[in-house]
């Protein structure tokens, strides 16, 4: 099992920066992405990132060029640096971490970030 724990969000204008971390423990050493997603009430969970252990990284269009995903690989420890926000960027947002040898996908509780107009 894995358990993801995120930090870091919280109330930020328009224009600001939050950096999010999920710190990953357990079974970590079979990870091979992990990842942040956010979610609206009443909306699906929208991919934001992803980084894989080998550091690749994939990004939604909409934070191209303004979010940033990293990864302490050794502590599978992942952040994500988003600058210039939006309102509408106003969501829940969750780590996810999966394994691929298990099939398996793990979720933390979710991080809530707010950002006033």
């Known amino acids: 099992q894995v358990q993801l724990v995120e930090s870091g969000g919280g109330l930020v204008q328009a224009g600001g920066s939050l950096r999010l971390s999920c710190a990953a423990s357990g079974r970590i050493s079979g990870i091979n992405v992990m990842g942040w997603y956010r979610q609206t009430p009443g909306e699906r969970r929208e991919l934001v990132a992803t980084i894989s252990t080998v550091g690749s990284a994939n990004y939604a269009d909409s934070v191209k060029g303004r979010f940033t995903i990293s990864m302490d690989n050794a502590k599978k420890t992942m952040y994500l640096q988003m600058n210039s926000l939006k309102h509408e960027e106003t969501a829940v947002y969750y780590c996810?971490?999966?394994?691929?040898?298990?099939?398996?996908?793990?979720w933390g509780q979710g991080t809530q970030v707010t950002v006033s107009s």
């Open positions: 996810n971490a999966r394994i691929y040898v298990w099939n398996s996908e793990y």
